[in-house]
């Protein structure tokens, strides 16, 4: 057996890799998101963010400028450096964006990028050439705009692990207040959603979009006030397995959630829908960032 | 010709290391609380657990390992599991960690705490524990708050998500999962406000989203209502704010479940004015001081 050389600088501590784990991301405001600081033992300090690089690496960053996103403007990591959108790139409505934490290449720091290109296999070689083989790490998705009423805004939400949920409040098709965004509304039953994977109008998709890396999605779906007591369902699109199937009373409204997933098209109808029907996403579980390690804390 | 690095022979890395993962607590008893074993070793008993010194400590001792919340940790001579300090208090939330034992480095106990794993505890902890020589495995919750206040709560944990599966009663004639954190006997809306820490209706504060059961008994009702069910945003009367779910309620009662950013607490209530009782209990909890670790690409 042959072994290669190793450069000893770059190899991680265990002690560091023992405390080590991936940083959530915060919501800040409808135009910036943050990462967690400070939960590392290594870097006991309320200010500073960490991320370990693929290649063993570890930056640690303080600078506000460099880890608060702001959605508003460009990123820079080789020359004046700040957090924003990767070159070439501009808020858009209803558009979901992949965050990445992405090295200084002319300083040790790093800073947050937002991307609408996903971390799915078929996209590392262009993640490579944007931002350097072993220079991003993958932090999880943000969301904005809830194709209702507030379409340019980052939605509210909480990340913790690998879950996913918003707390926004937006409007359903009857008026009504709801949370995340609206994956499909009509004033007739049955409505349907379809799964389409994408990252939403500023990915070259649709507002409805799902990034296609989440593989468990959380759905609220709405029936208005109808003026008759009716069956209300949400099943897949085939009618064939049901999710709930419930009777509302005269003039009651329904809301229900469930998780679905990409392979589960889903339906709702209502034998009398009233001021219309809602299919929303609140949440999701994102597979890219599942894992485990032993981090000492977290708020 | 290619070329391949083994890291266990190249820079001396534990292969142990290779099979680790956090263990889970599992529940043993009203008093017990068990660290999952095998993870590493495939031993009955054996217990792992990675320090963030870098040390992967191996226990096979249900005195040191399995926390015993009746009695006081000892570090040092007889180790042995317990609280950290103080005697058993109700209806409360304590943190568990894995504590290296003071007069043995090669050793740990299970200590059971009030002082929770959140950035302005790390100092506290380093203090108490011993920097480098505390890791963080879960929380349990010791009193229901209604039909038992000083037993622990029977849980399952899997990774960093907990679910209680003890059955309470509850005002509404039914009982309800987990731990009651309000009550009303009459009112159009019940709200939990979060509030963080050890106490009886505290949600621990490295907890980041909660599963809620929440129930309603129309009885009083007369004719069919909405019950919702939503955050602390809810406000029955004016029907803008967000509602996880909303079903018609007859004169029968009503519940539902869901998960919720711990932040904005827990909400329910009832359409037309009606006045029910209605109950709020904390069925699960997502840890983000166990949530996500190493660095793949996607």
């Known amino acids: 057996m042959v072994f290669t050389s190793i450069d000893a600088s770059l ?10 784990r991936r940083p959530t991301i915060v919501w800040n405001s409808i135009t910036s998101v943050g990462i967690e600081r400070g939960f590392s033992p290594n870097i006991v300090s309320t200010t500073t963010a960490a991320i370990l690089f693929p290649d063993g690496t570890l930056r640690t960053d303080s600078n506000t400028n460099h880890i608060d996103f702001d959605i508003t403007r460009n990123a820079i990591f080789n020359g004046s450096n700040q957090s924003g959108l990767r070159t070439g790139q501009s808020e858009s409505v209803n558009t979901w964006y992949a ?12 800073v947050l990028v937002g991307d609408v290109n996903p971390p799915s296999r078929g996209s590392i070689p262009a993640l490579n050439s944007f931002y350097g083989t072993n220079g991003w790490l993958y932090l999880g998705y943000i969301r904005n705009g809830d194709n209702s009423g507030a379409t340019g805004d980052i939605l509210k939400f909480v990340q913790v692990g690998y879950d996913f949920l918003f707390y926004n409040n937006m409007t359903d098709i009857a008026g009504n207040g709801g949370l995340g965004l609206r994956l499909a509304a009509s004033a007739a039953s049955p409505l349907t959603y379809t799964f389409s994977p994408g990252m939403g109008v500023g990915g070259g998709g649709s507002a409805a979009d799902i ?26 699109s085939a009618n064939s397995s049901r999710y709930f199937d419930i009777t509302c009373g005269t003039g009651n409204r329904g809301v229900q959630t469930f998780d679905a997933t990409p392979n589960n098209n889903i339906r709702s109808a209502s034998g009398s829908p009233g001021s219309g029907l809602d299919i929303n996403l609140y949440g999701w579980s994102d597979h890219a960032l599942s894992s485990n390690w032993s981090a000492q804390g977290g708020n | 010709m290619s070329t391949q690095f083994d890291p266990i022979q190249s820079v001396g890395l534990n292969p142990g290391l290779l099979r680790y993962r956090r263990p889970n607590l599992q529940w043993a008893s009203i008093s017990t609380v068990n660290v999952e ?17 870098g040390k992967l400590l191996t226990v096979n001792s249900t005195a040191q390992t399995r926390f015993d919340i009746t009695r006081n940790a000892s570090l040092s001579g007889t180790k042995l599991s317990g609280l950290r300090t103080g005697a058993e208090a109700a209806n409360t939330n304590y943190a568990l960690y894995a504590v ?8 740990w106990v299970t200590v ?38 000083t037993d622990i709560v029977k849980f399952v944990q899997t990774g960093h998500i907990m679910y209680f599966y003890e059955s309470n009663t509850s005002n509404i004639g039914r009982n309800l999962y987990g731990i009651k954190y309000a009550s009303t006997a009459a009112a159009t809306q019940l709200t939990y406000t979060a509030t963080f820490g050890s106490g009886i209706t505290d949600l621990p504060p490295n907890v980041g989203m909660a599963y809620w059961n929440m129930g309603s008994n129309q009885t009083l009702a007369g004719s069919p209502r909405e019950f919702m069910l939503a955050d602390s945003q809810l406000n029955v009367a004016s ?3 967000p509602q996880f779910f909303s079903i018609s309620a007859g004169n029968v009662c009503t519940v539902g479940s869901l998960w919720i950013p711990a932040q904005q607490g827990a909400a329910c209530g009832n359409s037309g004015g ?9 069925a699960g909890t997502i840890d983000n001081a166990l949530g996500v670790g190493s660095n793949p690409l996607v």
Do not use: H
Not at chain 1, 11 to 20: D, K, M, N, R, T
Not at chain 1, 99 to 110: D, H, I
Not at chain 2, 118 to 139: P, R
């Open chain 1, 11 to 20: 190899v991680p501590s265990i002690a560091f890799l023992a405390a080590y």
């Open chain 1, 99 to 110: 965050m990445y934490a992405v090295k200084e290449q002319n300083s040790t720091g790093f």
């Open chain 1, 211 to 236: 990034p296609g890396s989440i593989i468990k999605y959380k759905v609220w779906a709405a029936t208005g006030n109808g003026g008759a007591i009716a069956e209300w369902i949400c099943s897949n």
């Open chain 2, 37 to 53: 074993d095998q993870i590493v070793t495939g031993v009955s008993g054996d217990c792992t657990i990675l320090f963030s010194d």
């Open chain 2, 100 to 107: 290296r034992a003071t007069d043995n480095d090669n050793t």
């Open chain 2, 112 to 149: 059971g705490d009030v002082v929770f794993p959140v950035n302005s505890s790390i100092t506290t902890l380093n203090t108490n524990f011993g920097t480098n020589k505390w890791i963080y495995i879960g929380w349990i919750r010791n009193g229901n708050n209604s039909s038992q206040t």
């Open chain 2, 239 to 241: 029907g803008t704010s």
């Open chain 2, 274 to 282: 009606i006045t029910p009782a209605m109950s709020i209990y904390l």
